[in-house]
């Protein structure tokens, strides 16, 4: 009886370690996820070099930000991706708790993995979407173009 109790603890104790996402949509729900929850590092372990390059200077935006203001919790309704060979547009219909979206997702497929790759345009601000995001994260975006000019 002892045995059997000290193998259960030990098998409890071992860690499983987490598959990695395969499918595209698979990977583009977990780099969301890990977006949502501010685990930029493991964002970054689901993108291609630019897609981390971008994440890098997401994350340095809203490093300044109260965490609880910064976490969201992002449904997927609609995902379809579609494209030939190693890369793939995917178009998506998202709800969080503030807003309903679309976005789009370019995906790449590197050493047989699907990768997350950054946005192919800057983000274009709408009156409508001003609204919506914090004034720090706003002044902080409008700040940065204009040093960049």
Known sequence: MFCLLAVLAA???CK???SKPETPEEVLKQYQANIDK??????RALST????QWLSELE?????????STVLDTRFLSLACEGAGDTLTCSCVLEDQYER????????RQEGQWLVD????????????IESIPDSLLEE???????QD
């Open 11 to 13: 098998l409890a104790g």
């Open 16 to 18: 499983q370690e987490e």
């Open 38 to 43: 501010n685990k930029f590092e493991e964002a």
């Open 49 to 52: 070099p630019a897609g981390q």
């Open 60 to 68: 340095a935006i809203i490093s300044n930000e109260q965490v609880d």
């Open 101 to 108: 979206y679309t976005a789009m997702y370019r995906l790449v």
């Open 118 to 129: 950054a946005p192919e345009e800057d983000i274009i601000i709408e009156n409508d979407l």
């Open 141 to 147: 975006y409008l700040d940065e173009e204009i040093r």
